[in-house]
Every structure is written in C-alpha cells, then in structure tokens.
C-alpha cells in the first residue's frame, strides 16, 4: 500500500535560518511527488510538484525540493525561511499512472518561525 | 484565492438534518475529488469523479452522497450524520481523468468546516 512518512511533526525556527522537512514514501510503482502548504486558515495551496526529469524542483516562494530515487525520499528545503512561512507543510504523492486518483498525504509538519 | 470554490465555508448541523455542501471550479478540470481532514491530520480521499462519473468512492458510509451535476459542479448531500464527521471537507480539481497518465496536480479549495452537533 502506498504510504509517506514525514520525518518531522512540528518544526520551530527564527527567522533566516535553513529549513528541511523530510519526507520518505513507500509505493511499488512511479509517483508523482507533491508538496502542498495549508497557511492558518487557508486551503491547501500547491508548493511543488515532480512528475519527471531534473530530481531538483523548484517551487513557490523560494522551497525547492529533490527528489532521490533510491532513498524514496523528497525533501523539502528553504536556505532562509521567514516569519510568514509558518504553516502546515504536506508531503503527497500518487500514481503517476493512474490519473485521476488519491493523493496520498504524509501527516503534516508544523513549522513555526519566530521574528 | 483558489480558483475552487465552496460554499458554506461552515455548517452546523444536527443529526437529524440534510444538507448539502457544494463545489465548483471553471478552470475546465473534468476531475473532482471530496477529501476529509480531521485536525491536526492529513487529508483523506473520499469520492472521485471523472467526466462527471464516480470512479472511486473510498468505502464511505451512505450517510454522504455525492453529486455531480455537471462539469463545473460537485455536491455533498449530507443526512444523520454522526459526531465523528466533523471535519474539514475539502474539495479538489485536476485537468486529468481516469485511464490515462497523471501529469497534473490537483488544486483545492477552503473547505467547508462541519459541526455536527
């Protein structure tokens, strides 16, 4: 069964620091790679997304994220996060061959960044 | 914003009532989804609909009915719900449909928060 896993639940940073959040996932087939972003009280907005070609993406607002094959891992980073960064961060994938199905969710890393 | 809207952005219900939430995108997406989102959780799949066809409904009680009336529109009939279905109800588009290869990303919107009482 495909499943993700984030690494970390809540994250507390300052501001200009360096962020990570990992994310592995575990499925028998090709994915689609996702990161979403859920600011208090806002939906769920597309951070980046890897469907094939360069592993490096890039996304919104300065996160990019690679995608390594052979760990089954897709980590998000930001050299210098600030203040409004702080939300709910999701890691998601699905079937790259099945369109129109599920995406599948990790549970969510909470990072909290102080000014 | 997000280019997916639903209304109402909360709803208080009993258990004895029906009522329906309600979808709707213009970005010519011809798949919806229904997820559920308890708190502090990730979202869930509930239904799919391509070309205003269920393809996948995720063993979800009768209690909700899904409805798609046309390509733009996406409801949620609700009756006798129970407590536990409190929740964040989201729902999504993507450009893609069953059957072929998926190369989009689903976009979603606010949500209808739910209280059942």
């Known amino acids: 069964a495909q499943s993700v896993s984030q690494h970390n639940h809540h994250v507390i940073l300052s501001e200009a620091a360096s962020l990570e959040l990992g994310c592995n996932y575990s499925y028998g087939g090709t994915v689609n790679l996702f990161w979403y972003v859920q600011y208090p009280g806002q939906h769920l907005q597309l951070l980046l997304k890897y469907f094939s070609g360069d592993p490096l993406v890039k996304g919104i607002k300065g996160f990019e994220a690679e995608f390594i094959k052979s760990k089954f891992s897709f980590n998000l980073r930001k050299p210098s996060v600030q203040w409004s960064d702080t939300a709910e961060y999701f890691c998601a994938v699905n079937d790259r061959c099945q369109a129109g199905t599920a995406l599948i969710f990790g549970k969510g890393t909470t990072l909290s960044v102080s000014s | 914003d997000t280019e997916v809207t639903q209304t109402p952005k909360h709803l208080v219900m009993g258990m004895t009532n029906k009522k329906s939430l309600k979808c709707e995108q213009h970005?010519?997406?011809?798949?919806m989804y229904w997820y559920k989102q308890k708190a502090k959780k990730p979202p869930e799949l509930m239904f799919v609909?391509?070309?205003?066809?269920?393809?996948i409904n995720e063993s979800v009680p009768s209690r909700f009915s899904p409805e798609c009336p046309n390509s733009s529109l996406l409801n949620l009939h609700l009756h006798a719900l129970q407590p536990e279905d409190s929740a964040l109800y989201l729902c999504?588009?993507?450009?893609?449909?069953?059957?072929?290869?998926?190369?989009?990303?689903?976009?979603f919107g606010d949500g209808t928060r739910l209280s059942i009482l």
């Open positions: 970005m010519g997406h011809r798949a």
């Open positions: 609909y391509s070309y205003e066809k269920l393809s």
């Open positions: 999504a588009s993507s450009q893609e449909v069953a059957g072929g290869e998926s190369n989009q990303p689903q976009h």
